[in-house]
């Protein structure tokens, strides 16, 4: 069964620089999660997309920002780099958002130096 | 905001033994609670989850049981195998509100030894 796919799955970056991860849900999927995990801790919800809306919000931070396109893949793009970013960063998504499952994809990890 | 804490941090185990973890949260009003597989490197992987409105669920070695009232949860983990070792989270969320974030525990790494 197709799953989640996150790209890329590796970045580097230098501190102050841009990244875009992107996010594409399973097929006819149309909501997103974004999460963050930290090393040796548990992801952190970010922001979420229903129908290429903003649904909720969390302790995102305002350097990031992100949006789901029409064809429901989502783009969390990052901006001022800092060496604290370095995490992995999943995207999990849900048939629609009355659906309580999420399926989670194998994830970006972003390494700021 | 809803919290969720998560115990044992690491547990190991012999082959052939039971595991068992367990979850507390802290609002009255999640009513979904999934458990999430991590291997290294890899993405959380749902293995079951359980909704209020049941007390206990089961799949083949896997069964998961929860207290409204006490506000736990619990993961248990018959006959482990070496493949069984993994990180675990479980998690907790609302269901059909629109903000169906998963508060995530702190997770538990659980190693079982042939």
């Known amino acids: 069964a197709a799953g989640v796919i996150q790209s890329p799955r590796h970045l580097i970056k230098e501190k102050r620089e841009t990244a875009t991860l992107k996010c594409y849900p399973i097929?006819?999927?149309?909501?997103v999660y974004w999460y963050q995990q930290g090393p040796g801790q548990d992801p952190q919800f970010l922001i979420s997309?229903?129908?290429?809306?903003?649904?909720d919000k969390g302790s995102i931070p305002d350097r990031f920002s992100a949006q789901q396109f029409s064809d429901y893949h989502s783009e969390l793009n990052m901006s001022s780099l800092e060496l604290g970013d370095s995490a992995l960063y999943f995207c999990?998504?849900?048939?629609?958002?009355?659906?309580?499952?999420?399926?989670f994809g194998p994830g970006t990890r972003l390494t700021v130096l | 905001g809803e919290n969720v804490e998560q115990h044992p941090s690491t547990l190991s185990v012999q082959e052939g033994d039971s595991a068992v973890i367990k979850c507390t949260y802290s609002?009255?009003?999640?009513?979904?609670f999934p458990w999430y597989k991590q291997e290294l490197g890899k993405g959380p992987q749902l293995i079951i989850d359980?909704?209020?409105?049941?007390g206990e669920k089961k799949d083949q070695r896997i069964a998961v049981t929860l207290n409204k009232t006490a506000k736990h949860f619990s993961l248990h983990i018959t006959e482990t195998q070496p493949e069984d070792s993994a990180v675990y989270f479980c998690?907790?969320?609302?269901?059909?509100?629109?903000?169906?974030?998963?508060?995530f525990g702190t997770g538990t790494r659980l190693l079982v030894s042939p």
């Open positions: 999990a998504s849900s048939p629609d958002r009355s659906t309580d499952t999420q399926y």
């Open positions: 097929p006819r999927h149309d909501t």
């Open positions: 997309f229903y129908e290429k809306m903003q649904s």
């Open positions: 609002d009255s009003a999640s009513n979904y």
């Open positions: 359980i909704r209020s409105n049941v």
């Open positions: 998690a907790a969320s609302l269901m059909n509100t629109g903000f169906q974030k998963l508060v």
